[in-house]
């Protein structure tokens, strides 16, 4: 199936977070859902992906993680992409600190696996040496959302 990611948009991608915590992290980036209709509910959003990060990290290593959660308050399966201004200890599987978040949202009742494709295609490209070096030197979100939609699942 060679589809383009339709997931993510320029609205979706905030450059120079500035959290102070992976919780501070994920609830701003969940008020950016909120008011982008992502979500219709910022904070119950944050709680369930807080609950599913509890379980087991999702600081997968060389600086990224991919926090997601399953949600009643998901209005459709979408992703954000932020950088932050300063490295955030997330309990990554390398131990590094993580300024790339890719922070999922799916519908609690995701028939399609929606979410899951998502993190397949992402987890996958993110094994890709020269996909990490352009996110990671990249700033510009018209030039990202390019980048990004370049990704087939």
Same mark, same amino acid.
């Given at each position: 199936m060679n589809k383009k990611i339709d997931f993510i948009s320029k609205n979706n991608i905030v450059i120079g977070l500035k959290a102070s915590? #992976? %919780?501070d992290a994920i609830n701003q980036l969940a008020q950016i859902m909120e008011r982008n209709k992502i979500v219709n509910d910022a904070d119950k959003f944050s709680q369930d992906?807080? #609950?599913r990060e509890s379980q087991t990290t999702t600081g997968i290593g060389n600086n990224i993680a991919i926090p997601h959660g399953k949600s009643s308050a998901v209005n459709f399966a979408s992703l954000i992409f932020a950088k932050t201004t300063e490295p955030l200890e997330w309990n990554s599987l390398d131990n590094s600190k993580v300024s790339i978040i890719f922070l999922m949202a799916?519908? %609690?009742k995701d028939t399609g #696996? %929606?979410?899951l494709k998502m993190l397949a295609t992402i987890a996958g490209k993110l094994m890709d040496d020269n996909f990490v070096k352009?996110? #990671?030197a990249e700033n510009d979100p018209n030039r990202l959302v390019e980048i990004f939609r370049k990704i087939k699942d």
């Open positions: 915590s #992976k %919780e992906v807080l #609950k799916a519908k %609690e #696996k %929606e979410h352009e996110i #990671k």
